[in-house]
């Protein structure tokens, strides 16, 4: 193993590095999609967990749709491109979920289905670091985040529930996380599109990170205005983003290099999926993560006190993660907090 392939197995990445590449030997590498059709306000996620546990390779695998159906799965075996972003989930010779630049694949079963393919993408503009910024040094994080798809047009089907859906050009964003051991503690999380402008995207990741003895509360926020450039807020010192969260509410305040940045999004409780988060270590996985598909936001954008760019949208998603916080809301749902979804032994 060479040096920079040890560093890398920790999770970090040197500056001008390829955080889309798979991070040999950490606990946890998530691949994150999202389809936004602004014409018919449908919105479809689909993810994957590769996840490294006591009896091997495992996936974590979620398809979502706004149409209110969602289907989640552990999987046996996992694989990670060493070379360039892509993952599969499940068996090698009939994956359940395959995804990278190019295409993304989901089959849950025959009322949860995926195929699309992606064309004419706006990458992550930035080469010196990625989502983490200078975090991403760091090595023996419990999370870092990287928004590496900031636009692109998908086109293909969707089968969810007994609806099957069409798409022509629909809006896309995609991100990777990876760390440790899953997830931190509590989270929270946001991204959209369907504004007036389809060039433009929002995306932000908070959380409590940890390494060693180090804890401190942090937030990245990338911003890709209808111009196209690409705002990148939340080093604590430099440009750090004020983050103040509830189930239904986000609220963030993001200012450096002249820019600043004001985010109000909300979403009733009610209507967010539960969904899973693996615990890699124990091979399993555990309802942990309040995920609402469509919600509403507003941005304002400004540089040296002009005003940028104002923006609403009311198919953004919206997160706020904890197991504990997950926990509680299935008991007023009326449901067993305890049920875990794990993969079949070998």
């Not at 929002?202 to 209808?226: D, I, N």
């Not at 005003?307 to 509680?328: C, I, N, P, Q, Y």
Request: net charge negative; proline share 8%.
């Amino acid at each position: 193993m060479t040096p920079l392939t040890r560093y890398r197995s920790t999770g970090a990445d040197l500056p001008f590095g390829q955080p889309t590449r798979a991070h040999r030997g950490v606990a946890m590498e998530g691949y994150f999609w999202r389809l936004t059709d602004p014409e018919t306000g449908r919105v479809v996620i689909a993810l994957c967990g590769a996840n490294r546990g006591p009896r091997g390779p495992w996936a974590t695998i979620g398809l979502a749709g706004s149409n209110g159906v969602v289907r989640t799965a552990a999987r046996d075996g996992s694989w990670t491109d060493p070379h360039r972003l892509g993952v599969r989930g499940g068996a090698r010779n009939s994956p359940a979920f395959s995804g990278d630049e190019e295409h993304l694949r989901v089959d849950l079963g025959p009322d949860a289905r995926l195929d699309l393919t992606f064309d004419d993408l706006t990458p992550w503009p930035h080469r010196a670091f990625g989502g983490s910024s200078i975090f991403q040094v760091i090595p023996g994080l419990n999370q870092y985040w990287h928004p590496w798809l900031l636009g692109g047009c998908a086109s293909g089907t969707t089968i969810l529930g007994d609806e099957t859906w069409e798409f022509t050009d629909a809006q896309v964003y995609g991100e990777k996380n990876w760390g440790r051991e899953g997830f931190p503690e509590s989270w929270w999380w946001g991204q959209a599109q369907g504004f007036v402008e389809p060039e433009a995207c929002v995306a932000f990741a908070g959380g409590l990170v940890t390494a060693g003895p180090m804890r401190v509360e942090v937030t990245g926020l990338a911003v890709k205005l209808p111009d196209s450039r690409v705002l990148r807020l939340g080093n604590p010192v430099v440009s750090p983003v004020q983050t103040t969260t509830t189930d239904e509410t986000w609220r963030l305040s993001g200012r450096g290099y002249g820019w600043r940045v004001e985010i109000t999004a909300s979403a009733p409780l009610a209507d967010a999926f539960v969904l899973p988060v693996p615990l890699p270590s124990e091979h399993r996985n555990v309802p942990g993560d309040l995920e609402h598909l469509t919600g509403d936001l507003e941005i304002t954008v400004s540089s040296f006190g002009r005003h940028v760019w104002s923006g609403r949208t009311s198919l953004a998603a919206l997160e706020h993660g904890g197991l504990d916080r997950a926990a509680a809301e299935l008991r007023h749902r009326g449901l067993d907090p305890t049920l875990t979804d794990a993969p079949p032994m070998t």
